[in-house]
């Protein structure tokens, strides 16, 4: 009974990785005002990437580079679309998840079925991963998971605490204050979505490298959207991001912990989007508008110079 | 003495113009709306760059490429808008941008150096409270603040009392006078007379985008001021009959009204206008006067009270409703509220009636009909533009206005209550929109008239009654009219003890 | 000599203008789809060809194109009315599948019983209900309690893809079907013919475009049209005008859920004559009939064209997937470049980009 407790958290904080990262990057770029809702496409295209290239080259660390450079490489076609050309943002990352989600497909089609070479070890630290339960929980655990927690804090302290945090959210908040006060706008927000892209494609490359192991058209189910949901349950803070990606570690591997107790597997399956749904509710209810609200200028065009 | 000299032309907007600012002197830049006078002082703070022309600082001359480079020149701008971020704090606010705040922790380093700065010119405000909790007068301090953070020798101020009550207008007088004192020049930015006739030391007048002459303002009048911005003799007094009153038609009885966030915002307001009367709210926004318009046409909900129009109890009608009972709103927002910018002018000349018998049957519009009416208002109101079948956003502001004050006036309402409708207009288009209101009162049009302008509310109104924090501090009728009386109302003193402290 | 780019905002332009730019957009958009073949060692120039051939040029194709046609049409209109609104509706999958699974219900359980002429307009009745139900919470959640309606819809898609699922694979499980996740063949009387020859079920044929004109006719002849474009132009003017939201997006919605189930009728009702997978009964059609719907620029009507365009697309693609081996969501991507070269065409429709080069000041 308590290996089971010990394996369920661990699995739990796993499962929760690709949502964390994804969320904190997602967090990131809505700050500055830019909705970017093509998260699912740069995980897939992150996935695959990772994958292929640790395939062919054995490395796990470049794999891991692809994906976050491919996820950077794909975000700044929205960025230009929404930044530059001042289009729709919602129809540009609709776009950009058909187009990551068939470009995801297309490459991943050869290695469907074949397993990894190599694989990603637990990483154990010293001293405190030998500490019963607890250390088999927290502290022997795959290395992403410590990368998105350390991220979680450094993005936290880095919009609280910083200059270039003011300046991110400011941009996001009032695009046309900050310009007067000097800040290039375009540049920000286009910073802010490729940070949210790289950290897709890493959440992408958890997936398919430390998660899965192996390749599935469709591997990322859902997850990108479910990050855009958590962004809003995180009321764009990334310490609430937290809460939100391992909440729903849990439900992932709730689905397979209740699959005995005779509950159909389909039924199960909807658990994840259900919650995601009621997420959406909770995080609106009861919550002080001004201070929770979204960036002010969320998904706005910025039309830029004095009316 | 030292000075800044602004030589260039850009034929668009401005056109050849020389200026010269000199240290420690308060310069006044005049001009209706649309003289050009926003975009050369954009030109100024780096947002624009000039087709030709020179800027020269301190005899040096410099190209101005962006606003982070005039404030490295010691050039600060308070914009009319506030462009200050509602959801950060005030020290927030000043750090953004700020070259020599620190990477951890900006703001205590600029909270310790804000502290100095407001020491020495008198400007107090709490750097910890965001910005949306304080008042308007308040936030343009902040701008201030900002501006003199960075290092502005040169301040330039766009309109900035068209927000502030005449006390709050006062302290910012005697701020701008500190200033200058300390060597700062300043640039103030206004449409308004007496303001620039009170406290600056020279103006500059411009008109269409050129400047029509530079005066000392001790030696010119406000004719003479007047007739160099508008070029030609403006009267200053619209040609007022003695109408007739009639009964009743807007009852207003014990109104509450709660805003967004559940505050009461109306408090207890009762009065009544009269058919041919045309009744003022003045007050300076966001003290409840949008509430109560909300409340009256519909779009808000009332806590409780009455509203009666011609007999009739509204107070939980629908707009459509109100709107079919011959209640004619003109918005405060115009664009964003009067029009679907997208959306052909012919098909926003029925926007609140669209679902008249006249203009449609159960499903279909009747396109014929819809038509016809558009083209009556657009010539009756000369409005200008070039056929009813584009998209109104490619009007001009006053002409969306004339679109709008149309499309009100036409459904031959018994009662129009009109938001501040000349803001922002130009001197043409707001003396035809006032004589237009004046023409209604004669038409025995019951009118509610929420202005910031007094000097509109004093030319127009029967009767002025001034809101304070959503209370109605006193109605003061035309004969007894006294602006220092209404100011000191503005602010919330009541009436009485008003009438007693002026003794 | 420095230069810059300069854009100004275009005010007005010629009326053929948003036309050509659309052709011009397609045009690059192919070109790039062309790249891609080339980086995949792919001829692009054959595999272009082989995408044209295989859905206009054989009578195959041809009606192959109409049949794939038919639910991009239906969803296309609903969705041209909501995005008008910019209600973002990316539900219509799962309204499509709900609306099958109705259809469905009606079929199985009625069919035997009853005569065509009463089961095929009551599985339309029936699949439009059930279209239209799913689509209402995401309303109510949207106007009552701000929930984005992007997340709400897509989610619903999931959860009726794993309801099918569960049907299909549970109580639904058919019992002539050797093992196989279908229900059982629907009854004679509920299958819809097809032209012969053909996959082309007509009466959904017919009802694509009907609703493609009623539509067109409600958007820019009725009041509820008039009050729909204001508000997705506008939202405040709209409410200064009296317009109800609730009503006008429930009214919309539902047109838009229920033309999907529609679709998802004529998916089960006149092709496949049983339930099945998600996949197979829709490939995609709710997601690529929003870039149908954008291409029609939110004009029902115009639908009917991007319709058969982009079944052009779909069926083409089916046909490289078999002569190229490449898999089936290769399509996704000539979707998702094409919606881009879309919205850039866009750009340049309201934009006039000049290259500035002046001397130095």
Same mark, same amino acid.
């Given at each position: 009974?308590?290996?089971?407790?010990?394996?369920?958290?661990?699995?739990?904080?796993?499962?929760?990785?690709?949502?964390?990262?994804?969320?904190?990057?997602?967090?990131?770029?809505?700050?500055?005002?830019?909705?970017?809702?093509?998260?699912?496409?740069?995980?897939?295209?992150?996935?695959?990437?990772?994958?292929?290239?640790?395939?062919?080259?054995?490395?796990?660390?470049?794999?891991?580079?692809?994906?976050?450079?491919?996820?950077?490489?794909?975000?700044?076609?929205?960025?230009?679309?929404?930044?530059?050309?001042?289009?729709?943002?919602?129809?540009?990352?609709?776009?950009?998840?058909?187009?990551?989600?068939?470009?995801?497909?297309?490459?991943?089609?050869?290695?469907?079925?074949?397993?990894?070479?190599?694989?990603?070890?637990?990483?154990?630290?010293?001293?405190?991963?030998?500490?019963?339960?607890?250390?088999?929980?927290?502290?022997?655990?795959?290395?992403?998971?410590?990368?998105?927690?350390?991220?979680?804090?450094?993005?936290?302290?880095?919009?609280?605490?910083?200059?270039?945090?003011?300046?991110?959210?400011?941009?996001?908040?009032?695009?046309?204050?900050?310009?007067?006060?000097?800040?290039?706008?375009?540049?920000?927000?286009?910073?802010?979505?490729?940070?949210?892209?790289?950290?897709?494609?890493?959440?992408?490359?958890?997936?398919?490298?430390?998660?899965?192991?192996?390749?599935?058209?469709?591997?990322?189910?859902?997850?990108?959207?479910?990050?855009?949901?958590?962004?809003?349950?995180?009321?764009?803070?990334?310490?609430?991001?937290?809460?939100?990606?391992?909440?729903?570690?849990?439900?992932?591997?709730?689905?397979?912990?209740?699959?005995?107790?005779?509950?159909?597997?389909?039924?199960?399956?909807?658990?994840?989007?259900?919650?995601?749904?009621?997420?959406?509710?909770?995080?609106?209810?009861?919550?002080?508008?001004?201070?929770?609200?979204?960036?002010?200028?969320?998904?706005?065009?910025?039309?830029?110079?004095?009316? | 003495?030292?000075?800044?000299?602004?030589?260039?032309?850009?034929?668009?907007?401005?056109?050849?113009?020389?200026?010269?600012?000199?240290?420690?002197?308060?310069?006044?830049?005049?001009?209706?709306?649309?003289?050009?006078?926003?975009?050369?002082?954009?030109?100024?703070?780096?947002?624009?760059?000039?087709?030709?022309?020179?800027?020269?600082?301190?005899?040096?001359?410099?190209?101005?490429?962006?606003?982070?480079?005039?404030?490295?020149?010691?050039?600060?701008?308070?914009?009319?808008?506030?462009?200050?971020?509602?959801?950060?704090?005030?020290?927030?606010?000043?750090?953004?941008?700020?070259?020599?705040?620190?990477?951890?922790?900006?703001?205590?380093?600029?909270?310790?150096?804000?502290?100095?700065?407001?020491?020495?010119?008198?400007?107090?405000?709490?750097?910890?409270?965001?910005?949306?909790?304080?008042?308007?007068?308040?936030?343009?301090?902040?701008?201030?603040?900002?501006?003199?953070?960075?290092?502005?020798?040169?301040?330039?101020?766009?309109?900035?009392?068209?927000?502030?009550?005449?006390?709050?207008?006062?302290?910012?007088?005697?701020?701008?006078?500190?200033?200058?004192?300390?060597?700062?020049?300043?640039?103030?930015?206004?449409?308004?007379?007496?303001?620039?006739?009170?406290?600056?030391?020279?103006?500059?007048?411009?008109?269409?985008?050129?400047?029509?002459?530079?005066?000392?303002?001790?030696?010119?009048?406000?004719?003479?001021?007047?007739?160099?911005?508008?070029?030609?003799?403006?009267?200053?007094?619209?040609?007022?009959?003695?109408?007739?009153?009639?009964?009743?038609?807007?009852?207003?009885?014990?109104?509450?009204?709660?805003?967004?966030?559940?505050?009461?915002?109306?408090?207890?307001?009762?009065?009544?206008?009269?058919?041919?009367?045309?009744?003022?709210?003045?007050?300076?926004?966001?003290?409840?006067?949008?509430?109560?318009?909300?409340?009256?046409?519909?779009?808000?909900?009332?806590?409780?009270?009455?509203?009666?129009?011609?007999?009739?109890?509204?107070?939980?009608?629908?707009?459509?409703?109100?709107?079919?009972?011959?209640?004619?709103?003109?918005?405060?927002?115009?664009?964003?509220?009067?029009?679907?910018?997208?959306?052909?002018?012919?098909?926003?000349?029925?926007?609140?009636?669209?679902?008249?018998?006249?203009?449609?049957?159960?499903?279909?519009?009747?396109?014929?009909?819809?038509?016809?009416?558009?083209?009556?208002?657009?010539?009756?109101?000369?409005?200008?533009?070039?056929?009813?079948?584009?998209?109104?956003?490619?009007?001009?502001?006053?002409?969306?206005?004339?679109?709008?004050?149309?499309?009100?006036?036409?459904?031959?309402?018994?009662?129009?209550?009109?938001?501040?409708?000349?803001?922002?207009?130009?001197?043409?288009?707001?003396?035809?929109?006032?004589?237009?209101?004046?023409?209604?009162?004669?038409?025995?049009?019951?009118?509610?008239?929420?202005?910031?302008?007094?000097?509109?509310?004093?030319?127009?109104?029967?009767?002025?009654?001034?809101?304070?924090?959503?209370?109605?501090?006193?109605?003061?009728?035309?004969?007894?009219?006294?602006?220092?009386?209404?100011?000191?109302?503005?602010?919330?003193?009541?009436?009485?003890?008003?009438?007693?402290?002026?003794? | 000599?420095?230069?810059?780019?300069?854009?100004?905002?275009?005010?007005?332009?010629?009326?053929?203008?948003?036309?050509?730019?659309?052709?011009?957009?397609?045009?690059?958009?192919?070109?790039?789809?062309?790249?891609?073949?080339?980086?995949?060692?792919?001829?692009?120039?054959?595999?272009?060809?082989?995408?044209?051939?295989?859905?206009?040029?054989?009578?195959?194709?041809?009606?192959?194109?109409?049949?794939?046609?038919?639910?991009?049409?239906?969803?296309?209109?609903?969705?041209?009315?909501?995005?008008?609104?910019?209600?973002?509706?990316?539900?219509?999958?799962?309204?499509?599948?709900?609306?099958?699974?109705?259809?469905?219900?009606?079929?199985?359980?009625?069919?035997?019983?009853?005569?065509?002429?009463?089961?095929?307009?009551?599985?339309?009745?029936?699949?439009?209900?059930?279209?239209?139900?799913?689509?209402?919470?995401?309303?109510?959640?949207?106007?009552?309690?701000?929930?984005?309606?992007?997340?709400?819809?897509?989610?619903?898609?999931?959860?009726?893809?794993?309801?099918?699922?569960?049907?299909?694979?549970?109580?639904?499980?058919?019992?002539?079907?050797?093992?196989?996740?279908?229900?059982?063949?629907?009854?004679?009387?509920?299958?819809?013919?097809?032209?012969?020859?053909?996959?082309?079920?007509?009466?959904?044929?017919?009802?694509?475009?009907?609703?493609?004109?009623?539509?067109?006719?409600?958007?820019?002849?009725?009041?509820?049209?008039?009050?729909?474009?204001?508000?997705?132009?506008?939202?405040?003017?709209?409410?200064?005008?009296?317009?109800?939201?609730? %009503?006008?997006?429930?009214?919309?919605? /539902?047109? =838009? $859920?229920?033309?999907?189930?529609?679709?998802? @009728? #004529?998916?089960? !009702?006149?092709?496949?004559?049983?339930?099945?997978?998600?996949?197979?009964?829709?490939?995609?059609?709710?997601?690529?009939?929003?870039?149908?719907?954008?291409?029609? %620029?939110?004009?029902?009507?115009?639908? /009917?064209? =991007? $319709?058969?365009?982009?079944?052009?697309?779909? @069926? #083409?693609?089916? !046909?490289?997937?078999?002569?190229?081996?490449?898999?089936?969501?290769?399509?996704?991507?000539?979707?998702?470049?094409?919606?881009?070269?879309?919205?850039?065409?866009?750009?340049?429709?309201?934009?006039?980009?000049?290259?500035?080069?002046?001397?130095?000041?």
């Amino acid at each position: 009974m308590d290996s089971l407790i010990v394996a369920v958290v661990h699995r739990t904080l796993v499962a929760g990785t690709p949502l964390l990262l994804g969320t904190l990057g997602e967090i990131v770029t809505e700050r500055a005002g830019i909705l970017n809702l093509g998260v699912e496409g740069m995980m897939a295209v992150g996935a695959v990437s990772a994958f292929t290239t640790t395939f062919v080259t054995g490395s796990i660390l470049l794999g891991v580079l692809v994906a976050i450079a491919a996820g950077t490489f794909l975000s700044l076609i929205h960025a230009f679309v929404s930044v530059t050309l001042k289009a729709n943002q919602v129809v540009s990352g609709l776009a950009l998840v058909m187009f990551g989600l068939g470009l995801s497909g297309l490459w991943g089609k050869s290695f469907i079925g074949t397993p990894l070479p190599t694989r990603v070890h637990d990483l154990k630290i010293p001293l405190l991963g030998n500490v019963p339960y607890i250390g088999k929980m927290f502290f022997h655990q795959d290395p992403f998971l410590y990368v998105a927690v350390i991220l979680g804090v450094v993005f936290w302290f880095g919009l609280a605490h910083t200059r270039c945090g003011i300046v991110i959210r400011s941009v996001g908040e009032s695009p046309a204050a900050s310009e007067s006060q000097g800040i290039n706008v375009s540049l920000v927000q286009y910073l802010s979505t490729m940070i949210g892209g790289a950290l897709a494609g890493l959440a992408g490359a958890h997936l398919s490298l430390s998660y899965s192991r192996a390749w599935a058209e469709g591997m990322t189910g859902g997850r990108g959207w479910i990050v855009i949901a958590l962004t809003i349950f995180a009321l764009w803070n990334p310490l609430r991001a937290y809460l939100g990606a391992f909440l729903f570690g849990g439900i992932f591997v709730l689905q397979y912990l209740l699959q005995p107790l005779g509950i159909p597997p389909n039924i199960l399956g909807m658990l994840p989007y259900l919650i995601t749904l009621m997420v959406l509710v909770i995080a609106v209810i009861g919550k002080d508008a001004r201070r929770h609200a979204a960036p002010a200028m969320l998904g706005e065009p910025y039309l830029g110079g004095e009316g | 003495m030292i000075g800044i000299t602004k030589t260039f032309g850009n034929v668009i907007a401005n056109r050849d113009i020389n200026l010269q600012v000199e240290a420690g002197e308060i310069l006044g830049l005049l001009g209706e709306n649309g003289a050009g006078k926003t975009t050369l002082m954009n030109i100024v703070y780096g947002l624009y760059r000039p087709d030709s022309g020179a800027i020269k600082i301190n005899g040096k001359p410099v190209s101005l490429s962006s606003p982070a480079h005039a404030m490295a020149q010691g050039i600060g701008m308070v914009h009319q808008h506030f462009k200050l971020i509602q959801n950060h704090t005030v020290l927030e606010n000043i750090a953004l941008g700020y070259k020599d705040a620190p990477f951890l922790f900006p703001t205590r380093k600029v909270a310790h150096d804000l502290r100095r700065l407001q020491e020495n010119y008198g400007l107090e405000i709490n750097p910890d409270v965001y910005v949306w909790q304080l008042s308007a007068g308040e936030q343009q301090r902040v701008e201030i603040l900002k501006a003199l953070f960075r290092g502005a020798d040169l301040l330039i101020l766009d309109e900035p009392t068209s927000v502030l009550t005449p006390q709050e207008a006062q302290g910012l007088f005697r701020t701008l006078s500190r200033l200058a004192s300390e060597g700062h020049s300043v640039i103030f930015i206004s449409h308004k007379l007496d303001e620039v006739l009170s406290i600056c030391n020279r103006v500059t007048v411009l008109r269409h985008g050129q400047v029509v002459g530079t005066k000392d303002t001790a030696g010119v009048d406000k004719r003479e001021l007047a007739r160099m911005m508008v070029g030609r003799e403006i009267l200053f007094d619209l040609k007022r009959k003695d109408v007739k009153k009639g009964g009743v038609v807007l009852e207003v009885q014990g109104l509450h009204v709660n805003n967004d966030r559940g505050l009461t915002s109306v408090s207890d307001v009762s009065f009544d206008i009269k058919a041919g009367e045309i009744f003022g709210i003045a007050g300076v926004s966001g003290n409840g006067q949008q509430e109560l318009v909300e409340a009256l046409t519909g779009l808000r909900p009332i806590d409780s009270g009455q509203i009666l129009v011609n007999g009739r109890d509204i107070s939980r009608a629908s707009p459509y409703t109100i709107n079919a009972m011959g209640v004619s709103h003109i918005p405060e927002e115009r664009i964003k509220f009067g029009t679907a910018p997208s959306l052909a002018i012919f098909e926003n000349a029925v926007l609140k009636q669209h679902g008249n018998r006249a203009f449609s049957g159960r499903l279909f519009l009747d396109f014929a009909s819809i038509k016809e009416h558009a083209k009556r208002i657009v010539s009756n109101f000369k409005v200008r533009t070039p056929s009813i079948d584009v998209p109104v956003r490619t009007l001009s502001g006053g002409n969306i206005q004339k679109l709008i004050l149309g499309r009100e006036i036409s459904g031959k309402p018994s009662l129009l209550i009109a938001s501040h409708p000349t803001y922002g207009l130009d001197v043409g288009a707001t003396q035809y929109i006032r004589s237009q209101i004046l023409q209604l009162r004669e038409k025995s049009v019951a009118v509610l008239l929420i202005s910031e302008d007094l000097e509109e509310l004093v030319e127009l109104c029967d009767r002025i009654a001034v809101m304070f924090k959503g209370k109605i501090m006193g109605i003061v009728a035309r004969e007894d009219l006294n602006l220092e009386h209404i100011g000191l109302m503005m602010t919330g003193s009541h009436a009485r003890s008003a009438c007693e402290a002026g003794k | 000599m420095n230069w810059r780019v300069k854009v100004e905002r275009r005010v007005s332009y010629p009326r053929f203008f948003p036309t050509v730019v659309l052709l011009f957009s397609l045009l690059g958009g192919f070109v790039l789809i062309g790249l891609l073949f080339l980086i995949s060692h792919v001829n692009p120039l054959f595999a272009l060809w082989k995408i044209f051939s295989g859905s206009f040029g054989s009578l195959y194709g041809i009606t192959e194109t109409i049949t794939k046609a038919i639910p991009l049409i239906l969803i296309g209109s609903g969705l041209a009315l909501v995005f008008r609104a910019k209600f973002w509706n990316i539900g219509a999958e799962g309204q499509l599948l709900i609306g099958a699974i109705f259809a469905g219900y009606v079929a199985l359980n009625l069919g035997p019983k009853l005569p065509f002429y009463v089961i095929v307009p009551l599985m339309f009745v029936a699949g439009f209900i059930g279209g239209a139900l799913w689509a209402l919470p995401t309303v109510i959640l949207k106007l009552r309690l701000n929930v984005n309606e992007v997340i709400s819809t897509l989610m619903l898609n999931y959860i009726a893809a794993e309801l099918l699922n569960f049907l299909i694979t549970g109580p639904w499980k058919g019992k002539t079907q050797m093992g196989f996740p279908y229900t059982d063949d629907f009854p004679h009387s509920a299958v819809l013919s097809v032209v012969p020859g053909t996959r082309i079920h007509l009466v959904t044929l017919c009802l694509a475009l009907l609703f493609a004109f009623a539509l067109f006719i409600m958007v820019y002849y009725t009041r509820f049209g008039y009050e729909l474009r204001v508000t997705g132009d506008n939202p405040d003017a709209a409410r200064y005008a009296g317009i109800d939201f609730m %009503k006008v997006t429930l009214i919309m919605m /539902i047109i =838009s $859920g229920g033309v999907a189930g529609i679709a998802g @009728v #004529g998916e089960v !009702a006149g092709i496949h004559h049983h339930l099945s997978y998600p996949s197979s009964i829709s490939s995609g059609y709710g997601y690529t009939a929003i870039i149908v719907a954008w291409l029609a %620029k939110l004009n029902p009507l115009l639908t /009917i064209l =991007s $319709g058969l365009f982009f079944a052009g697309i779909v @069926v #083409g693609g089916d !046909a490289i997937q078999v002569s190229l081996g490449l898999p089936a969501a290769t399509v996704q991507i000539f979707n998702g470049i094409l919606l881009f070269s879309l919205i850039m065409g866009d750009y340049f429709l309201n934009h006039r980009v000049k290259l500035v080069v002046r001397e130095a000041p």
